[in-house]
């Protein structure tokens, strides 16, 4: 069974710097990848994924995030953070094994100070 | 517009009064899903749908049921609720499986058991 850990439960960063979410997984098979994104009062929506194609990702909004297997880590990062970014972020993992199901990390909130 | 609808948004409760959460897409989408949002916690798959007629349990499905008599919609039921079913619940739907698509949210039902 596949699993997923957010290293870091909070970011604060400054308007303009960059920003950096960290997410290890688990899976016994070939995963796919994904993160999304929550603002406050709304429901999540996809910034990028990874189905085994290349192994850095882009996504909207200027996110990128890159699959590195011998680490088994799919950090999320965007080189300049803007006051719309603060969120909170969700990284997902399917192994896509025949139980259709997929598992979140616990989440990390983004806050960016002015 | 393509989206998830769900009802109600907000719903305050008493414990053992049956409610349903109605959950409905206009896309055509074979796959429907059910989480719950926890503090911490991440989003928890409560049950999911392959197509019509065909429904499985997720990772937390206890205390809750779930139908699929028509494609585009997916109800969940709570039969007897219980304060530890307060949560924040998305519906959400994909046009696969859910494990290599996008997933499209709801905007949420905050439900409170009292």
């Known amino acids: 069974a596949q699993s997923v850990t957010q290293l870091d439960s909070h970011v604060s960063v400054s308007e303009g710097t960059p920003v950096l979410l960290r997410c290890n997984y688990s899976s016994s098979y070939s995963p796919s990848l994904f993160w999304y994104v929550q603002h406050p009062n709304k429901g999540l929506q996809l910034l990028l994924k990874y189905t085994s194609a290349a192994t850095l990702v882009k996504g909207i909004n200027g996110f990128e995030a890159e699959f590195k297997k011998s680490e088994t880590s799919f950090h999320l990062t965007k080189p300049s953070a803007h006051m719309s970014d603060a969120a909170e972020y969700f990284c997902v993992v399917s192994d896509r094994t025949w139980d259709y199901k997929l598992s979140f990390g616990a989440g990390t909130t983004v806050t960016v100070r002015a | 517009e393509a989206q998830v609808t769900q009802n109600p948004r907000y719903l305050i409760t008493v414990t053992g009064k049956k409610l349903t959460v109605t959950c409905s897409q206009n896309?055509?989408?074979?796959?429907m899903s059910w989480y719950r949002q926890d503090p911490g916690l991440g989003l928890r798959q409560i049950y999911y749908?392959?197509?019509?007629?065909?429904?499985d349990k997720g990772d937390v499905p206890e205390g809750y049921k779930v139908s699929r008599k028509e494609k585009r919609n997916f109800p969940l039921i709570l039969e007897s609720p219980s304060p530890n079913q307060t949560s924040l619940y998305f519906c959400a739907s994909s046009p696969g499986t859910g494990l290599n698509e996008k997933l499209f949210f709801g905007s949420g039902t905050q439900l409170s058991v009292l």
């Open positions: 896309m055509n989408h074979e796959y």
């Open positions: 749908s392959m197509n019509v007629e065909v429904t």
